[in-house]
């Protein structure tokens, strides 16, 4: 596949969150859906407009994968739609998407399979494990916590945690750094480019996509080594 070189042996797997290790149709497009009517005062047709412009087609189920919906964070989504609906303060609205999404999350959240038991294998398998996301890093833990795996993961990170967004090399960086790890004895995976562009960027060892995302496997195939259906079957390519 285009990226090189061949990678060396994986000491550490750093994850993305939403359509990685969370089902990201699942998950999320009822959360948005909601969002967007409440934006809209109720008008179905102005809500689909918002919804579009982030990058999900609600007639054909069509999801952009580089788009802010598959993407982005939060304040990037806010900004969108406070701009089209002629919101002021897209901060509150950030905060206010913040918070809803997260309640979501709580009764809604999707697990792509049985994280629990694959972390806990990972775990005994030597390997160090974190969480990279462009989501929030309370939400992020807050999700961890649902998922349960806060206990097997090493290290968190999100949007705001210090290190920069998606698809910098930021995230990646100080994962290294906390664990002790080189970038190439790294494994990056992630549903979206942002994620193996991080990655390759920061020069991990190792960049895997899933198909549990917004992508599909021809756009993922161009930057990641190996591209698999569900992270459930990293072990293949470790
Ligand atoms: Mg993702």
Redo the contacts with the bound molecule.
């Keep these: 596949m285009a990226h090189s070189p061949t990678p060396r042996r994986v000491r550490a797997l750093l994850f993305?969150?939403?359509?990685?290790l969370i089902d990201?149709r699942a998950t999320w497009l009822p959360a948005y859906e909601a969002a967007v009517m409440d934006i809209a005062g109720g008008d179905p047709a102005r809500a689909d407009e918002l919804l579009t412009a982030g990058g999900y087609h609600r007639k054909t189920g069509a999801i952009d994968p580089r788009s802010l919906l598959?993407?982005g964070t939060n304040v990037e989504i806010a900004a969108l739609w406070a701009g089209m609906a002629g919101i002021a303060d897209a901060a509150a609205l950030a905060a206010s998407l913040d918070r809803r999404f997260q309640a979501h999350a709580r009764a809604g959240i999707a697990p792509v399979g049985d994280l629990k038991a694959l972390f806990a294998r990972l775990r005994r398998n030597g390997y160090a494990l974190g969480v990279a996301?462009?989501d929030s890093e309370s939400a992020l833990k807050a999700q961890i916590t649902a998922l349960g795996i806060a206990g097997a993961t090493d290290f968190l990170a999100g949007f705001d945690s210090g290190h920069g967004a998606k698809p910098g090399p930021g995230m990646v960086q100080a994962f290294g750094k906390a664990l002790g790890v080189r970038p190439a004895e790294i494994a990056v995976i992630?549903?979206?480019l942002?994620?193996l562009e991080m990655g390759r960027r920061a020069g991990a060892g190792l960049l895997v996509g899933v198909l549990t995302?917004?992508s599909d496997r021809r756009t993922l195939a161009a930057m990641a080594h190996h591209v698999l259906e569900n992270v459930m079957e990293i072990e293949r390519v470790l």
């Design positions: 993305d969150k939403d359509g990685t990201f598959a993407a996301t462009n992630g549903d979206s942002h994620d995302g917004a």
